[in-house]
């Protein structure tokens, strides 16, 4: 345990069950909680997290997805591209520009990405930053059947974000917890090298650990 504490953010992939025992969990469960660490997840096809039956784990994570299938590999997942929710688009880890319209089209101009991991719940008092957006467009409204239509899914809109996560963050003890559902992020370097990709997986970790590294500079 001693020397998992010497860490400020540790990344987790798609790492078997046999890896992260019940025990381990347990260690970073603390790790965060107590030592204000980051800890970030990415969801992968094969075991993470749909695989883990760890109740450390469980209690650990900011969403809970069923563990009945064994792998989503050559799952068909509609394509879809990174879109912000509300929170999101106010959330240091998702600004990829100072102007509000400028990080729209960022994030807009992305790849579609063809994996996310679906899950059932995020916890009470988690924040979904980023969902799967897919080629729905907007709606117009025409009459008044339709308003009320569209304020009942504006009521319903958590339940949206839910259905559609990639990022999800929730504060633990006196750490944090990142949940990416998809295992695509390089999807932002498509073209254009690593300006984007360095900057989100930055902002992320500042965000989650800044305040308590212990070394390096602004870079």
């Not at 010497?6 to 909680?33: A, Q, Y």
């Not at 695989?51 to 563990?67: D, N, T, Y």
């Not at 339709?146 to 999800?168: G, I, N, S, T």
Request: aromatic residues 6%.
């Amino acid at each position: 345990e001693s020397e998992w504490r010497k860490f400020d953010v540790v990344i987790l992939g798609d790492l078997p069950e046999e890896v992260l025992d019940e025990e381990r969990w347990g260690i970073l469960e603390r790790w965060v909680s107590e030592r204000a660490a980051l800890l970030v997840v990415v969801a992968g096809p094969r075991h993470m997290p749909h695989r883990h039956q760890s109740e450390a784990a469980r209690a650990l994570l900011p969403v809970r997805c069923s563990p009945e299938a064994d792998s989503f590999l050559g799952g068909a997942t509609p394509p879809f591209r990174f879109a912000m929710t509300p929170v999101g688009r106010s959330h240091p880890v998702l600004a990829q520009s100072d102007s509000r319209l400028e990080n729209e089209r960022v994030w807009a101009g992305f790849p579609q990405v063809r994996w996310r991991l679906p899950v059932e719940e995020v916890k009470d008092g988690a924040e979904v930053l980023m969902v799967a957006r897919g080629q729905e467009g907007s709606e117009v409204v025409k009459d008044s059947a339709q308003l009320e239509d569209a304020l009942e899914r504006l009521a319903r809109r958590r339940e949206e974000e839910v259905r559609k996560a990639v990022l999800v963050t929730q504060q633990v003890g006196h750490g944090r917890v990142a949940m990416l559902l998809s295992d695509r992020t390089w999807r932002l370097r498509e073209g254009i090298g690593d300006l984007y990709h360095h900057r989100f997986w930055g902002q992320l970790v500042r965000w989650g650990a800044g305040p308590t590294l212990r070394s390096g500079t602004n870079r």
